[in-house]
Each structure stands twice: as structure tokens, then as C-alpha cells.
């Protein structure tokens, strides 16, 4: 359904804005049924959200209209391996990107416009009257697939309505309740089936007002031979980027100058514990490169490896995060792994190059149940795998409760150093020890980390 209140072109993302105070509200674009296949070639294929139409051939005279077109013609066979898909620049697209098993496809963008393309999961209520009130300052409204277009506009799942988080103007909203009797505060929502309820003291779309609604999906996956540039993944109340279940290896994937962000709060399957990554590697994945990205307000880390470990080969091999940004997020990397790995096989990772600051600023912060300590730049869990992870050439700047957070203990493989830690005098440099700056050479001594990193006081 076409969103008539948002004018054709409207702001964009680019690093700058992203970094300075978030991303502009997101236009809606349509969700049409592919009914012709294209032409099956190695091609290009365009999209754009505001000229295109999914009845057309792909070409950059006659371009498709949404994200939903894509993966259709990739799932017929209409997009061969090899071929790129490109978004137009300066556009929003409401949807998600699958490549499936189609191998070596190209994600790029095209056009002029300064701002990069945005996929996003995002859902969208803007008139009052899609709201419905069901007791003193609270509001429901009905995500039913049925009602796109009438109570809402934006991303249609077919796997859920879920919502993780609701974002008002620049402000991220994630206290998330289980049940309406819970509300008490103005933004505290529930998520239950199709229905989300809002306490707030007056219609939560009063005189317009645009309320973004985060579902739980991944925007984008990632899969063999996929390589994606210049593209902006913003808003899901899940992880952001993944790449494939360790039941479905990742063999070449690359991710590079992208925007990330705006990602979490969906519930895991304990039905407590909440979801948000930025890059999520799983384990099976080889040949990954995260090069050149910009990641932000993510409810977890911008950045992980993690998954059960894989029985037969290496659980990760040639991972590598190189050049980032990472701001606002609760870490900026993360490793764990689970159960009994290859004995013969040797996993692999490298950070490099990145540039981290204010970590434990997400909006998560004041609202997660599990804060203590979670404000790091660095968090590991569980080393079963005891992967060799190689972290060199890092700035990381300012967090909130630590430099390094280590629940098991510092992983066996990992070789920390050569990088530049600045924290606030008072900020521990590892959450489950005593050490603060001033005594950094105790602490290197103690754990063998970062013998010949800068550390700087921050004032």
C-alpha cells in the first residue's frame, strides 16, 4: 500500500547523520505480488521503491518496486547466480533480502542521490484512528496482515508480527512488557499475536505522529558467494545482518560500507532473553569479510561470532571484521560457542581496524534485565571452540561499565593487542576484575592482553 502522507523524496541515511543522532522516520513502499518471471540471465536488475513497478521487466528504464519482487525472482530461478541487484539510491524499501541458495549474487545500489537505499522491517502507524483505546492511556493496534494499509503501512512478514522495539522521531522506545496490567509508563508496549498495546497519555499518533514499529526479523541474510555494498540495513526488532545456520554453511559472504543498525528486542526462544546484533556470523560460516561498515544502536553487539560448534571442519575459518565503526551499541564485539568441536580443525577471526566508541550507550540500556556489566566494548561468554581470534589496530573509546567483559574467563585463543583503549579513569578495564586504567600493567601482566596497547584516561 502506498504511503500517500510521505513525500517522494524524502531524507536519507548517510554515515554522518547516523552518527550524529539517528536515522529520519521511513517511507513506506509497496508490497505488490509478483505475477511474470524476468529474464533469466547473469544482470543486472534494478529496484526503486517510488518509480518502479513489480509488473515490470527489472531493467533500469523499467525497474522493479520492492524488496518482496527480489526474492521472488530469486526463488524462481529469474535472477541467475552471478547477476547484481541494485537499490535506487535515496529510496526506502519495506522488506527483507534472502538470497536463498542462490549462489554469488550482488547487492549494490544505483542513481545519484547523496543518501544510501534503506531496507528495513520497520511497520509504520501515523493516523489517529488506528488506534484503538482500550482503557485509560492505553492504545492498541491490530498488525494483522489483513489490515496493511487501514491500521498500518510497511513491512508485511510472513513469519511475524512480532515488535521489539517502537521508535517516535529519533527516540528508540524497548521497554517491552508481558502483559498489559504492566504498562504504567508512557512507550511501555506488549507484543502478543498481532496486537500491540502503547501506554500513553494521549493517542500515540496525535496530529500525525508517525510511530515506527520494529519487526522481529532479520532485514538481510547472508549466504555463499553473496556480496552487498553501499546499502543501509535499518530497523528490525532482531538481528540486523546474519549469515545462515550452522546446518547451512556460509562460504563467501561480503559486507562492505553498509549502514547497520537500529536492531532488537524480539524475544529468543527462552522467551525472556532478547535478541540484537548488528553482524551476526554463525558458526559454519568461511571466508567472511565485514569490511567498511557503520553499525549503531544495536540492542546487543555490532559485531559477533557465536553458534554451536561445527563437528566436522572448522567452526569459523577466515572471519574477518576490518575497518568498522561501531557507536551506540551495548559491545562492539562478541564471541561464544557451544558443545564439541572438530578436534583436527582450527576456527579463526580477526578484528582490525576499528573505530568503537560509547559502548553501552544503546537504547537497551536502561530497560535490558541483564545491564550488569553489558556496557563493554569486548564480551565473550563461552570458549568451547577456543577459536584463534586475532584483535589488532582497534580505537576503542569511552563505555560504560568495561573495556572487556569475560564470563568464563579470557578465551584460550585470543591474542589482543597493538590497539588504543581510552576509558573514564573510574571505568574497570575487565568487568569480573578490580583493575581501572592506572592499573593497566597489572592487569596486561594478569591476563596477557594488550602488552603493548595505548591506554589513555579519558576526562
Not at 107 to 131: M, N, R
Not at 160 to 175: A, P, Q, R
Not at 351 to 372: E, I, P, Q, Y
Request: proline share 3%; hydrophobic share 35%; with cysteine.
Amino acid at each position: 500500500m502506498d504511503d500517500h502522507n510521505e513525500p517522494r523524496r524524502a531524507s536519507r541515511p548517510s554515515r554522518r547523520t547516523v552518527l550524529s543522532g539517528g536515522v529520519a522516520g521511513l517511507a513506506a513502499a509497496a508490497l505488490t505480488v509478483w505475477t511474470s518471471p524476468a529474464r533469466a540471465a547473469v544482470a543486472e536488475y534494478f529496484v526503486d521503491s517510488t518509480g518502479g513497478d513489480d509488473a515490470a521487466d527489472g531493467s533500469r528504464t523499467r525497474p522493479w518496486a520492492t524488496a518482496a519482487r527480489v526474492n521472488q525472482a530469486i526463488a524462481a530461478g529469474a535472477v541467475a547466480a552471478g547477476s547484481t541487484v541494485r537499490f535506487r539510491r535515496g529510496r526506502r524499501f519495506h522488506g527483507i533480502v534472502r538470497p536463498g541458495t542462490t549462489s554469488g549474487l550482488r547487492f549494490e545500489s544505483w542513481g545519484d542521490e547523496p543518501e544510501a537505499p534503506v531496507i528495513t522491517t520497520y511497520k509504520y502507524v501515523q493516523g489517529e484512528q488506528c488506534w484503538h483505546e482500550v482503557g485509560d492511556g492505553l492504545w492498541q493496534v491490530d498488525l494483522s496482515a489483513a489490515n496493511i494499509g487501514r491500521t498500518h503501512h510497511g513491512h508485511v512478514s510472513s513469519w511475524t508480527t512480532e515488535i521489539g522495539f517502537l521508535k517516535v522521531g529519533s527516540t528508540l522506545h524497548g521497554d517491552r512488557k508481558t502483559s498489559n496490567t504492566a504498562l504504567t509508563e508512557d512507550w511501555q508496549f506488549t507484543s502478543l499475536g498481532s496486537i500491540v498495546t502503547v501506554r500513553c497519555a494521549e493517542n500515540p499518533s496525535i496530529g500525525g505522529r508517525r510511530v515506527w514499529l520494529a519487526v522481529a526479523e532479520p532485514i538481510l541474510e547472508g549466504r555463499s558467494g553473496s556480496t552487498v555494498r553501499d546499502l543501509a540495513f535499518l530497523g528490525t526488532g532482531r538481528n540486523a545482518v546474519q549469515t545462515a545456520s550452522s546446518a547451512v554453511r556460509t562460504q563467501g559472504f561480503t559486507l562492505a560500507s553498509c549502514i547497520v543498525g537500529e536492531a532488537g528486542g524480539g524475544l529468543a526462544s527462552d522467551g525472556v532473553s532478547r535478541m540484537g546484533n548488528g553482524v551476526q556470523v554463525w558458526s559454519g560460516a568461511t571466508d567472511v569479510l565485514i569490511s567498511g561498515n557503520t553499525i549503531v544502536d544495536c540492542w546487543d553487539t555490532a559485531m559477533t561470532i557465536q553458534g554451536p560448534a561445527v563437528t566436522a571442519g572448522p567452526s569459523w575459518s577466515n572471519v574477518e571484521f576490518t575497518g568498522n565503526v561501531s557507536d551506540r551499541n551495548m559491545q562492539t564485539f562478541e564471541y561464544w560457542s557451544s558443545g564439541l568441536p572438530d578436534p583436527s580443525a582450527v576456527a579463526t577471526c580477526s578484528v582490525r581496524g576499528t573505530t568503537a566508541s560509547r559502548a553501552g550507550a544503546s537504547w537497551s540500556a536502561g530497560v535490558r534485565l541483564d545491564r550488569s556489566g553489558k556496557g563493554s566494548h569486548v564480551l565473550f561468554y563461552a570458549d568451547a571452540v577456543q577459536a584463534q581470534i586475532t584483535m589488532r589496530g582497534n580505537e576503542f573509546t569511552g563505555a560504560s561499565d568495561a573495556y572487556l567483559y569475560a564470563n568464563a574467563g579470557v578465551p584460550v585463543g585470543l591474542s589482543s593487542d597493538e590497539n588504543t583503549i581510552r576509558l573514564a579513569p573510574t571505568t574497570r578495564l575487565h568487568w569480573q576484575r578490580s583493575e581501572r586504567i592506572e592499573q593497566r600493567a597489572a592487569w596486561t601482566a594478569a591476563t596477557g592482553l594488550e602488552r603493548n596497547s595505548t591506554f589513555t584516561a579519558l576526562l
